[in-house]
Nanobody, 124 residues
Framework: QVKLMESGGGSVQPGGSLGLSCEVS????????VGWFRQVPGKEREGVAL????????RYADSVKGRFTVSQPGGKNTIYLQMNSLTPDDTAMYYC?????????????????WGQGTQVTVSA
């Protein structure tokens, strides 16, 4: 079993920054895929920033490359997402997720445990 608890988020003006964190606790399940997804009502959930077993370990959606940074310092149980240069298009519910892959690649289907979500709103 895997439990995830997000914190952070909130409201910010365009061009601003926000940080999200996620505490990952596991009991019986191994985890090697962790990351952040986001969803806007009426749209599909989007993988934003992932940490995978492969090389490079971090993967980003094109829409956030150069602005968002995902990290897991020391490989410990906290995942961070630093979001800079935010735009209104970044407004969404952000979810932390975890899962396990037998390969170096983590697809969306590998993520089987989800946090409750935290809202990020970017507006003037």
């Amino acid at each position: 079993q895997v439990k995830l608890m997000e914190s952070g988020g909130g409201s910010v003006q365009p061009g601003g920054s926000l940080g999200l964190s996620c505490e990952v606790s596991t009991t019986t399940m191994s985890v090697n895929c962790v990351g952040w997804f986001r969803q806007v009502p009426g749209k599909e959930r989007e993988g934003v920033a992932l940490i995978t077993p492969g090389i490079p370990r971090t993967r980003y959606a094109d829409s956030v490359k150069g602005r968002f940074t995902v990290s897991q310092p020391g490989g410990k149980n906290t995942i961070y997402l630093q979001m800079n240069s935010l735009t209104p298009d970044d407004t969404a519910m952000y979810y932390c997720a975890a899962g396990y892959s037998t390969s170096d690649y983590c697809s969306a289907t590998h993520f089987v445990a989800w946090g409750q979500g935290t809202q990020v709103t970017v507006s003037a």
